[in-house]
């Protein structure tokens, strides 16, 4: 059983950053690839950013080059630095890992870009 719980969302001005952070127990948590999603309203859910064991990682095209994915495998937790934030970021994210065929997802946190 895996739990995660996402926080550091908020409300931010076009232009401006969050940190979002998410913090896993259960399992073994350092070998495992971590991701963040978020879900616009009306809209599927998407693919933001991932984290592999080794600390390879990926990025959707329109956060690349603003968005940055980081792991702590001392504290269990994914980070999502978000810079540079658009209205177009405004979402609930999600943290997600995979174990075992099973996928484990957070309760979201909510991002929201508006003047």
């Known amino acids: 059983q895996v739990q995660l719980v996402e926080s550091g969302g908020g409300l931010v001005q076009p232009g401006g950053s969050l940190r979002l952070s998410c913090a896993a127990s259960?399992?073994?948590?350092?070998?495992?690839?971590m991701g963040w999603y978020r879900q616009a309203p009306g809209k599927q859910r998407e693919l933001v950013a991932i984290?592999?064991?080794?600390?390879?990682?990926n990025y959707a095209n329109p956060v690349k080059g603003r968005f940055t994915i980081s792991r702590d495998n001392a504290k269990n937790t994914v980070y999502l630095q978000m810079n540079s934030l658009k209205p177009e970021d405004t979402a609930v994210y999600y943290c997600?890992?995979?174990?075992?065929?099973?996928?484990?997802w957070g309760q979201g946190t909510q991002v929201t870009v508006s003047s």
């Open positions: 997600k890992t995979d174990r075992a065929g099973m996928a484990y």
């Open positions: 259960g399992s073994i948590f350092s070998i495992y690839a």
């Open positions: 984290i592999s064991g080794d600390y390879r990682t």
